[in-house]
């Protein structure tokens, strides 16, 4: 009863991931799942299977389990060292008038959520290793995991002949996938399956109704994957990687069959790498780039500036997304930037972490095929876990996919079932028996039990780790379930709406702040822009929201121009506008839908004048306005008539300087010289990408 209701449990759990978008309600959801299933393993799990469960997770694989979550447990605590943490804390502490620790993360709640998102992971992982420690059971669990994978790769090639999501605008996706980690994995799972089902085949010697079945549903999941991978703009990227997992499955298959012995083995693994490195030189490699992203398919000229402002320590686990809107390019949208899961790792964890993960999966690849060739059945299992960590450490550095919730929580489920059958059951059976047999010490007539107090403290020590991992889970669970934003970043979305609205010239339906576009429309007359004056909503408490929420996100641009904004308009003496308007420049300098607000507030403030670095960041929005971007002239005729005496000064300055003519024109129409003048680059703060 409890196994079965374990299986259910992590096929609801990969089933959600998959098919609801990566919102928090789905992993909130997830985690409550595999929390109860985890609390359900602690306590009513027989003392046997706790103690196969045990020989399987050996000390030196707890270690490489446990680092990663203390790591980012490390980034997210507060650094009492003065100049330790990323500099980002000490310019926000500055600019809101309150103490900030350093901290290395730039965004605690995005880390906060990767810490969550790797307590599901790992807790799956674990659920995968008890249910398949039975033979039957793991034969049960693979062939769920070769449905899940059917499935989606069925949904990702329909979604490829239809066109994008084939969605009409406004539905949301089917599937939450966009990397190829199913179909390669599902495709790795597929030959496991089938060199299971011939060697069923050739001891049985006839062909029955089961085993047809078994090859037709793997000839099918694995046609299915194949058809998922080809179809791909980087199918040749993808499809090597899904060879070289494939690949080791078919070789453990090959040595066990017909190669057996160490002169077969070593002949089989060189044609195997032969073959390998042969369709490796297919591969297009981009020159003159970093090494984590010269197998990408996808222009990332932002990821490669975030790359070498990266530290050593990294800048905070899932905090990607909030730095890149300081390294994109003017006007980019966030959406077009695809990094590679091993450029991700190395600017969030640092490139020590991705070096040793990197060694660390092909380690866990030669050891569990190593673990595959010493058993003579149930090899299969082990081979997948190998194949798979060997196609997921090349597909790190062609896509970001494994970094999803959906293949993670499968690449998990994968591992689990090789851990589980990596060694035979013989030496694990006699376990019980031989730690409770009694033994008769000469100089003592009464038998004692020492082995089983060393099982017995085993048994509890794997006990008390998991009902750990459950009370962690349960408790994210409870904070998502009660907030699901992290606290202060919940009030944030009503902000960001207000600050939509109260763009000039900027409609609500014509721009998209939270994707960062601005889509081009209509445009208002002179007229219209005039009368679109930006008037700010929000009570007394307005502030004190926003600047809690930059407390634990200090790389959020629009918040701080929402703030300065807020702050001009109810003439606030606790925060200086012209401080927070720096840190909207800093943090999003590029940011097209900001512009018009920014350029607003930045006109009507009277010390801009005497700020150069200010009037620096101002002139290099007007150059835009006025001669890149001509759907926003609207926006800066509307600035330019509520600015003040300075702030219209120095647009007439810096028109004169190119057309004195031009300046008489726009005093009239507000018309904008022809374009031409070269942008200078954005003023990004110095230290690791952030501001100081």
């Known amino acids: 009863m409890l196994v079965r209701f374990l299986m259910a449990a992590l096929l609801v759990s990969v089933a959600v991931a998959f098919a609801m978008p990566e919102i928090p309600q789905a992993r909130a959801l997830c985690s409550a799942v595999l929390a109860i299933a985890v609390l359900a393993t602690a306590v009513f799990t027989s003392s046997s299977t706790i103690a196969r469960l045990a020989r399987r997770l050996r000390p030196l694989l707890l270690v490489v389990l446990v680092v990663p979550a203390i790591y980012m ?3 997210l605590a507060p650094i009492p060292i003065h100049g330790f943490g990323n500099p980002i804390w000490e310019t926000a502490s500055a600019a809101l008038n309150v103490p900030l620790a350093g901290r290395l993360t730039v965004d605690i709640g995005a880390t906060a959520q990767a810490f969550l998102h790797y307590g599901t992971t790992i807790a799956l992982a674990l659920i995968a290793t008890v249910v398949a420690l039975d033979k039957e059971r793991a034969w049960q669990l693979l062939a769920m995991l070769v449905s899940v994978t059917a499935i989606v790769s069925a949904c990702l090639l329909v979604r490829q002949a239809v066109g994008s999501d084939g969605l009409s605008p406004g539905d949301a996706p089917v599937l939450a996938v ?9 495709l790795v799972l597929s030959a496991a399956m089938l060199a299971r089902a011939f060697e069923e085949r050739r001891r049985a010697k006839q062909l029955s109704f089961r085993l047809a079945t078994t090859l037709s549903f793997a000839l099918l999941a694995a046609l299915l994957c194949l058809s998922a991978i080809l179809a ?12 070289l997992g494939v690949g080791i499955v078919l070789a453990a298959f090959a040595i066990q069959n017909w190669f057996y ?28 780039t970093d090494l984590t992203i010269a197998l990408s398919a996808h222009n990332l000229a932002a990821t490669e500036r975030m790359l070498q402002d990266a530290g050593q320590a990294g800048s905070g686990a899932g905090t990607y997304a909030a730095l890149l809107p300081i390294h994109r390019d003017i006007g980019a949208p966030l959406s077009r930037e695809r990094p590679t899961a091993a450029a991700a790792i190395a600017i969030e964890m640092g490139r020590p972490f991705l070096y040793v993960l990197l060694m660390l999966a092909v380690l866990g690849a030669a050891a569990l095929l190593r673990c595959s060739l010493r058993r003579r059945r149930d090899y299969v299992y082990a081979a997948i876990g190998s194949g798979a960590a060997a196609a997921l450490a090349l597909l790190a550095l062609v896509e970001d996919g494994i970094l999803q919730f959906g293949a993670s929580l499968l690449a998990a489920a994968m591992f689990g079932l090789a851990v589980a059958q990596s060694q035979s059951d013989a030496a694990t059976a006699a376990l019980p028996s031989q730690s409770t047999r009694l033994v008769s010490e000469p100089d003592n007539p009464r038998p004692t039990c020492a082995p089983t107090r060393t099982y017995g403290i085993a048994n509890a020590s794997m006990r008390i780790g998991l009902g750990s991992i459950a009370v962690i889970l349960i408790a994210q669970t409870v904070r998502l379930l009660a907030q699901p934003s992290y606290p202060g970043r919940l009030p944030v979305e009503a902000a960001r709406e207000a600050l939509l609205r109260a763009l000039p010239s900027s409609p609500r339906g014509d721009g998209d702040l939270r994707a960062g576009r601005l889509a081009p429309a209509s445009q208002p007359t002179a007229n219209e822009a005039a009368a679109s004056r930006p008037e700010i909503g929000g009570g007394p408490a307005a502030p004190m929201v926003l600047a809690r929420a930059l407390q634990y996100s200090p790389l959020r641009g629009d918040l ?27 943090t999003a300098p590029n940011d097209l839908a900001l512009l018009p607000l920014r350029l607003t507030v930045a006109l009507g403030e009277v010390s801009v004048a005497s700020e150069p670095e200010l009037r620096e960041l101002v002139q290099r929005d007007v150059r835009i306005a006025l001669t890149k971007q001509p759907s926003l002239r609207p926006a800066l005729i509307a600035a330019y008539q509520s600015a003040s005496a300075d702030g219209k000064g120095l647009v007439d300055n810096l028109i004169s300087e190119w057309d004195s003519a031009a300046l008489q024109s726009m005093r009239k129409e507000i018309r904008a010289p022809s374009p031409g003048t070269e942008l200078p680059p954005p003023n990004r703060p110095p230290g690791r990408g952030t501001a100081r």
Do not use: C, H
């Open 560 to 586: 701080w121009l929402m703030l300065a904004a807020l702050s001009r308009e109810q003439r606030s003496a606790d925060y200086d506008v012209a401080a927070l308007l720096k840190l909207s420049y800093y």
């Open 178 to 186: 966009t990397g190829a980690v199913p179909a390669v994995l599902g």
């Open 261 to 288: 012995g160490i002169w077969g083995m070593a002949s089989v693994l060189a044609t195997a790498a032969i073959l390998f490195l042969a369709a490796f030189t297919l591969l297009p490699v981009r020159q003159n």
């Open 232 to 243: 791909r703009g980087d199918g040749t990227r993808t499809a090597i990687a899904a060879l």
């Open 73 to 75: 447990t490390l980034q």
